[in-house]
């Protein structure tokens, strides 16, 4: 999290335990559904920061 605000970057928080983000124990993460779950995440995170 730190490296992520020095370096400007967003930071896309996956694996087990991610306290800060609400029902991520729930998200979907492997195959074909969990692996475009995460795609659509990333590419959502990276349109915020171009937006802002």
Same mark, same amino acid.
């Given at each position: #999290?730190? %490296?992520a605000k020095r $370096? &400007? !970057?967003p930071l896309y928080q996956m694996g087990?335990? +991610? =306290?800060k983000v $609400? &029902? /991520? /124990?729930?998200?979907?993460t492997i &195959? =074909?559904?969990g %692996? $475009? %779950?995460?795609i659509n995440e !990333? !590419? /959502?995170l990276l349109a915020k #920061? +171009?937006?802002q």
């Amino acid at each position: #999290e730190d %490296t992520a605000k020095r $370096l &400007g !970057a967003p930071l896309y928080q996956m694996g087990f335990p +991610v =306290y800060k983000v $609400l &029902g /991520n /124990n729930h998200r979907i993460t492997i &195959g =074909y559904w969990g %692996t $475009l %779950t995460m795609i659509n995440e !990333a !590419a /959502n995170l990276l349109a915020k #920061e +171009v937006h802002q």
